[in-house]
């Protein structure tokens, strides 16, 4: 068994974030464990609550909600990137928060350690 990190760095219109998905479906189906995924740069939008997904086209947000509910993924979210793309973890007067509650707020630290304790890491 080995562990892995892994980092999705692309947005949910992307096809490299479907494929990390089903990537890491396939790792826990091989009896492989992963310490956490960390959304990053564009994959931070895969958080976004008010994102519209047409009908003929995958729910990322629902899929990723799914995926942490059944194999209790940690799932992280660099904040720093979340705000620069609009997200926002504040209930203040003006301010929405509109990050789904299945990921973890955190900063690049969190990515440190995430990838220290993996023995592989894997970025799409």
């Not at 826990?28 to 464990?33: E, K, N, T």
């Not at 047409?54 to 995926?67: G, M, T, V, Y």
């Not at 350690?113 to 799409?124: C, H």
């Amino acid at each position: 068994m080995t562990t892995f990190a892994i980092i999705v760095s692309t947005a949910p219109t992307d096809n490299r974030t479907l494929t990390a998905l089903k990537f890491a479906e396939a790792l826990l189906d091989q009896g492989h464990a992963i310490e956490g995924v960390f959304f990053y740069q564009h994959g931070v939008i895969n958080a976004n609550v008010y994102l519209q997904t047409p009908s003929d086209e995958i729910n990322h947000l629902s899929a990723w909600r799914a995926f942490h509910q059944q194999t209790n993924t940690p799932m992280y979210l660099c904040i720093t990137a979340a705000e620069r793309r609009g997200l926002s973890d504040s209930n203040a007067p003006g301010f929405s928060h509109n990050i789904a509650e299945h990921f973890t707020i955190s900063g690049l630290g969190e990515l440190v350690v995430l990838t220290n304790n993996a023995e592989k890491v894997i970025q799409l």
